[in-house]
């Protein structure tokens, strides 16, 4: 399939295998509002060929970097400048013009009309994959130790916990604030050396997460902050035969380590995966319930 160009679009039929995941609507609020493609995000795009790649949309919205992304817009030369844009930071994207010959012609199960928009972000699939194991909200607080941008910790705001996202990096948080603020859920950041643990709010935690970034003694640490009936989520790197990629040996988990700190006697495990992420560095994954007696 190829996406469209200058000469026109493909059969806009074509595109349905592409609308249950990422569809990027890039036309004026206006325009979005009249028809879009169904479950398309809103970010209109500003009209300045010339500005600074990512300028006008920060990739906290967009979804990972692997994911191919659906690109429409109202005309074929705002199309060609968002699509040079996402290419330049190295995204899978393809492009639709969907002006109103496209439109009237689009089958009506693959519109919808409205303002809402929908969201290209998501959380680590390991937690959404996993959501109906979590405690409820009400059990306690969550903290997500090492949280990034803050994708995880807004998206269990959005369903009602009281959050605490940690990380080092000032500039990660400050997306995460915005994310939060888009969404209208209020969600602490704190930025700290997780490093030692005097660092960390001293919990105990009904939800603790932690996804992507590894120090073992962390990881040794954290499974005693849970509180009785408290779930660790934890998804990072592991060591697989032959793998030269990164993250650093020392920031890989061994095969099994993820059980020996969950122990079976004060853990109930109620996931747990040896496998590979979507980018395909090799990860590990649990789901742990710490036992009230």
């Not at 400048?81 to 199960?109: K, S, W, Y």
């Not at 809402?116 to 972000?121: E, R």
Request: proline share 10%; with cysteine; hydrophobic share 45%.
């Amino acid at each position: 399939m190829s996406p469209a160009s200058g000469k026109g679009n493909p059969d806009i039929g074509a595109w349905a295998d592409l609308l249950s995941e990422f569809v990027l609507d890039v036309r004026s609020p206006a325009a979005f509002a009249a028809g879009h493609l169904r479950g398309a995000a809103s970010h209109p795009w500003p009209g300045d060929a010339g500005a600074r790649p990512g300028s006008w949309l920060s990739s906290v919205y967009l979804p990972p970097r692997h994911e191919p992304l659906l690109v429409t817009a109202g005309d074929a030369a705002s199309l060609a400048a968002v699509l040079a844009d996402l290419r330049g930071r190295e995204r899978l994207v393809q492009g639709l013009v969907l002006d109103r010959p496209a439109l009237a012609t689009c089958p009506p199960t693959l519109l919808a009309v409205g303002p809402d928009s929908g969201v290209l972000w998501r959380p680590p699939p390991w937690l959404e994959d996993h959501a109906d194991l979590l405690p409820p909200a009400i059990l306690g607080p969550a903290v997500d130790l090492g949280c990034g941008s803050g994708r995880a910790a807004v998206w269990l705001a959005r369903r009602g916990y009281d959050v605490t996202g940690i990380d080092h990096q000032p500039e990660a948080l400050e997306l995460g604030r915005l994310l939060a603020a888009d969404a209208g859920r209020p969600c602490r950041f704190v930025a700290a050396d997780l490093r030692p643990s005097s660092a960390w709010p001293p919990g105990p935690w009904a939800l603790l997460l932690n996804f992507r970034f590894l120090l073992q003694d962390m990881l040794a640490e954290m499974a005693g902050r849970l509180q009785p009936g408290g779930v660790a989520v934890v998804r990072t790197f592991r060591d697989a035969p032959g793998w030269t990629g990164p993250p650093r040996r020392r920031h890989r988990l061994e095969r099994g380590e993820l059980l020996r700190i969950f122990d079976r006697g004060r853990f109930e495990v109620l996931a747990h995966a040896e496998d590979f992420d979507g980018d395909g560095r090799p990860a590990a994954g649990i789901v742990a319930r710490r036992r009230i007696s």
